[in-house]
């Protein structure tokens, strides 16, 4: 019989729908039961395509007799940490501030007044490696609550302390200057990996938001081992494992330092992200590579990831049947040469092994290999290896695929909607723009109520009950003015200051200028979440930053270019110490550091001569530039006001810092005025 999760929209909460456990979502009603029946509550987060999350589930979730123990002494709380990434913060907080680490899935014990007591994250069925067994952690925790309940809820409340006094200090009330974006880049430069792209060792994660600090530094300063590192990078991680080399898309992070083994699940806003990534390095370059892959990435997210709707799902599992009945990761993705040959007969098999990197030993688990590009030399027969790819993606479309989480997130969403409009323009892929568009239609029509509040998530058109946090509001506002940049439609600007107000209203302290990940009026938990630092999506702190400053560069408002300042204090203080950890900070401050320039094109929106600058301006690597297009008696956009043709022809403005260039018809000119 179902549980109480059978009514969620969270497809992570539905997977749990038909355990034995008695589960609670995370709501009021759960801890006024946890109170009456005087029991402690199990709080487990975790997310759909998590591989230890499923492992766990099936061992002790599944278990009657686990299930039996869970619900005669606990109050059990299942949540979907992208459903509600403000409860995963504050919990994870705590866990890593006792264990020195973190992950998912996440277990933490907690009293009936959500104070958390007791950490971990996953715990095995049988005792293992020195960790106990969940049924013994339960036992454990279960004597501490029944014979030593005082001394639980002093532990309860000095955790609560310690959480209350790790209010981050905002440290410097200036914005960052050219000295501390030299010190950022030279603490990337010690991280960065020199033999293989990236920084740090193993597991590897794709630093898409360092890169976009790397190419706008570049473009600022004109620093060439900026723009090689990035362009090192992208190779690397582009001819590597964690890329799919028959169908476009990236994994989570590799478990190598060399980019081959990835971690298998594929998140909408990794591609997103690297998505924009390439494009903006083709953009900086001009690489075949580059292009190859943005259009690859951002075909994926709309093949694979598109819902009915028109938004964009969150994530495919690493884990699929591996034909046997068993889940097991990475069992969609990887070959045997034996495989190869049962696809493509002997030679081509032979050949196919040579190209991907595919050898007798395997390069992943039992003989099995994951697909590569090895070879930066040497001359291969391009229709043949062309003829190779389809057969083998045919071949692999027959396997089990692996899930997906249909689950729209609002944020991602936005990251998503930025990356396909711009690769849409640069490179005349109009449908790329209308998946935008219709992923932005989305976000408007279920997501957004009538005030302007964002909701979190929706799935199969049905909108989810969480509010949005601040990645949710600067995202999406980011994903708009992207569009309103590309279409030159002035509504996705003013649904961008919606939310901008929002931010400035709800989010944000008025004494510090510090920003909030959750709303003033949110529901209170035990510590209001604050963090500035990116983790696998921008910061809300450096995405509020960027979209601010890029809204008031459109539309000259000043109480959102100081929020934007104010916010960027902490890039200060932290760029140069942890730089890999403050990617889109940086890349904001470049912006800031540039201008950011303002650049407004008129003239007929069909005529040849518009559509040419327009397209210049959206290829200039000036950091952080925007862009605005229209007729020249427009009032779409405001930086069209005022703005009239010369000579009659269609004319470009660029200005910067409340200074105007003398306008302009000439196409070579405005690529000159958006230069260094």
């Not at 975790?46 to 999350?53: K, V």
């Not at 009945?325 to 990887?334: I, N």
């Not at 934007?564 to 889109?584: D, H, Q, S, Y």
Request: glycine share 10%; proline share 5%.
């Amino acid at each position: 019989m179902p549980n109480r999760l059978a009514h969620e929209t969270s497809p992570y909460l539905l997977q749990h729908a038909d355990n034995p456990v008695d589960w609670w979502p995370w709501s009021a009603d759960a801890f006024e039961e946890a109170r009456k029946s005087g029991k402690p509550v199990l709080l487990s987060v975790g997310y759909s395509s998590c591989h230890w999350c499923h492992v766990m589930a099936h061992e002790s979730f599944e278990d009657q007799e686990t299930a039996d123990y869970l619900k005669a002494h606990f109050v059990s709380v299942k949540v979907d940490r992208e459903e509600r990434p403000d409860v995963d913060a504050v919990y994870m907080e705590a866990v890593q501030a006792a264990t020195g680490q973190g992950g998912w899935p996440m277990t933490v014990f907690l009293t009936p007044d959500a104070e958390p007591f007791y950490f971990g994250t996953y715990f095995p069925p049988a005792p293992r490696q020195g960790s106990p067994s969940f049924r013994q952690v339960l036992e454990g925790v279960h004597s501490a609550w029944t014979d030593r309940r005082d001394e639980v809820a002093e532990v309860a409340e000095k955790i609560v302390r310690d959480l209350a006094g790790r209010e981050i200090a905002f440290g410097d009330t200036q914005v960052p200057g050219e000295e501390d974006l030299a010190g950022a880049l030279l603490g990337l430069t010690r991280d960065y990996d020199a033999g293989h792209g990236g920084f740090g060792g193993a597991p590897k994660f794709p630093p898409s938001m360092a890169i976009e600090f790397l190419l706008r530094h570049h473009a600022r300063t004109g620093a060439e081992g900026a723009l090689q590192m990035a362009a090192d990078t992208c190779e690397r991680m582009a001819r590597g494992g964690i890329y799919d080399q028959l169908a476009g898309g990236f994994a989570r992070y590799s478990v190598d330092r060399e980019w081959v083994v990835p971690h298998f699940e594929k998140m909408l806003y990794d591609n997103a992200l690297l998505c924009r990534v390439y494009a903006h390095l083709w953009r900086s370059t001009g690489s075949d590579l580059a292009r190859r892959v943005a259009l690859e990435t951002a075909d994926f997210m709309v093949r694979e990831l598109r819902t009915n709707e028109g938004g964009f799902a969150s994530a495919l599992d690493a884990d699929s049947d591996d034909g046997t009945g068993k889940h097991v990761e990475g069992a969609y993705y990887v070959w045997t040469p034996a495989q190869l040959r049962e696809v493509l007969g002997e030679q081509d098999a032979e050949l196919a092994a040579d190209y991907f990197g595919v050898t007798q030993e395997g390069t992943f688990e039992e003989g099995a290999s994951v697909l590569q590009l090895p070879q930066s030399e040497g001359v291969f027969d391009a229709e043949r290896i062309a003829s190779i790819r389809a057969r083998l993606l045919e071949a692999r479309g027959e396997r089990p695929a692996p899930g997906r989480d249909d689950k729209v997130v609002a944020a991602w969403n936005g990251l998503a909607v930025a990356a396909l409009a711009e690769t849409g323009a640069y490179f005349d892929r109009p449908d790329l723009i209308e998946a935008a568009l219709g992923a932005a239609d989305l976000l408007v029509r279920l997501h957004l109520d009538e005030h302007a509040r964002l909701a979190r998530t929706s799935k199969d058109g049905r909108v989810g009950a969480n509010a949005g946090v601040l990645e949710d509001y600067a995202d999406v506002s980011e994903g708009f003015l992207a569009l309103a940049s590309v279409t030159g439609e002035g509504v996705w600007l003013e649904f961008a200051g919606f939310l901008l107000d929002h931010v400035l209203v709800q989010f944000t302290d008025e004494e510090s200028g510090t920003l909030y990940d959750t709303a003033a009026d949110a529901e209170k938990l035990i510590r209001r979440p604050q963090d500035p630092t990116d983790n696998a999506t921008p910061s809300g702190w450096s995405a509020a930053a960027g979209a601010l400053l890029s809204y008031a560069a459109q539309t000259g408002a000043e109480p959102h270019r100081a929020a934007a300042e104010r916010a960027l204090g902490v890039v200060k203080a932290l760029g140069p110490r942890a730089p890999r950890f403050i990617g889109w900070g940086l890349a904001t401050a470049e912006a800031l550091l540039d201008g950011p320039r303002e650049v407004a094109v008129v003239g007929p929106v069909d005529d040849p001569a518009t559509r040419e600058l327009h397209r210049a301006a959206l290829l200039a690597t000036a950091p952080g530039a925007v862009v605005a297009v229209g007729a020249p008696d427009s009032d779409e956009l405001p930086l069209l006001a005022e703005r009239l043709l010369v000579s009659g022809e269609p004319t470009a403005y660029v200005c910067r810092n409340f200074t105007c260039d003398a306008p302009t018809t000439d196409v070579d000119r405005l690529r000159e005025a958006l230069g260094r």
